[in-house]
């Protein structure tokens, strides 16, 4: 019981890294209908970014842990947000009008060139950092066991939804989070309307971007060392959990992302840990067998 109780904090954990990233997924394919396969190279380079800003501060003497935190994520997602308009703009826009393969094809090669880029700007080695939030709360103790929740894993947790509540306000109660809804439901006629669809979407994949750069930085604060190759083996992990949570649902996303997070962790503590990733592509594999959209999707309505 206490073993299965700390996999469940454990896998919550990682999944709301893969959910914040899955959200980028899922809004961008929303809006255009693409999946930008450059996803999860962003959140590779909010890693990076903010593994410089975290040891920026510390050279300047900062040694307030809040104070560096805040600072770093305010750093990693600006830049962040910067590198997703640039895919958008390079990547994407000239190709949207042109046959599907195409954008998929630019966002393979915009992820090369971002994995390329951090290897030999930051070399292929690994990066490690030590911890800067010790310590640990104790949940209770069975027959020797130990389950702990860390004040690192708190802070995933109030971060992540601290994010989505914040988004959820935005998609739902803003002029802007109204333009992003229209453009997913008729690009052509949100853009008669009067709507900017152009500036909407290049905003949809700074967000996006910017809540993977804040999932990256909460990666290297958890995991303590990261390299060049993160993002091809979480970026697949998250578009796993937007397809099983349905892609183009937001809640799906989140959900899809604490499924996969709990099947590996589990997976890892009572099998073996080499075939986690096995076991989470089975079950996408049954889900969409039994429902094609995932969990939380609908059907496409074919516009005519």
């Known amino acids: 019981m206490a073993y ?3 996999q469940l904090i454990n896998g919550i954990t990682l999944g709301m890294i893969y959910g914040l990233i899955a959200v980028g997924y899922t809004m961008v394919y929303g809006i255009i209908g693409m999946i930008n396969f450059a996803h999860g190279d962003v959140f ?5 970014l903010s593994l410089i800003a975290i040891t920026a501060l510390t050279a300047m003497g900062i040694s307030s842990v809040p104070l560096m935190l ?5 750093f990693a997602a600006v830049v962040a947000g910067i590198y997703g308009w640039s895919i958008e703009r390079i990547a994407y826009r000239p190709l949207r009008g042109s046959f599907r393969l195409a954008p998929l094809i630019s966002a393979i090669g915009m992820s090369i060139a971002l994995q390329n880029f951090v290897q030999v700007s930051q070399g292929a080695r690994n990066k490690s950092m030590p911890s800067l939030i010790p310590g640990a709360l104790k949940i209770f103790e069975q027959d020797g066991f130990v389950v702990q929740l860390t004040w690192m894993q ?4 109030v971060v992540t939804l601290t994010l989505l509540v914040i988004f959820t ?13 229209a453009c997913e439901q008729d690009m052509k006629m949100a853009s008669l309307l009067g709507i900017d669809t152009n500036f909407t979407i290049s905003v949809t994949f700074v967000i996006g971007a910017a809540l993977a750069a804040v999932a990256g930085m909460m990666f290297l604060l958890y995991y303590g060392s990261i390299d060049f190759y993160i993002g091809f083996v979480a970026g697949v992990k998250a578009f796993t959990a937007a397809v099983l949570g349905g892609v183009g649902s937001l809640p799906g996303a989140v959900i ?3 499924l996969i997070g709990l099947i590996e962790a589990f997976w890892s503590g009572y099998a073996s840990a080499q075939y986690k990733d096995v076991a989470a592509f089975s079950v996408l594999i049954i889900v969409l ?3 094609p959209t995932g969990l939380l999707g ?3 309505v074919e516009k005519v």
């Not at 805040?70 to 305010?74: K, Y």
């Not at 708190?154 to 947790?157: A, E, G, S, T």
């Not at 306000?169 to 809804?181: D, E, H, I």
């Open 4 to 6: 299965a109780l700390q």
């Open 44 to 48: 590779m380079i909010g890693s990076f």
């Open 154 to 157: 708190i802070v995933i947790f």
């Open 298 to 300: 609908r059907a496409d």
């Open 256 to 258: 899809g992302g604490l």
């Open 169 to 181: 306000w935005l998609v739902t109660k803003t002029s802007l989070g109204r333009a992003m809804r």
């Open 289 to 291: 067998i039994v429902m």
């Open 70 to 74: 805040a600072l770093t994520l305010v």
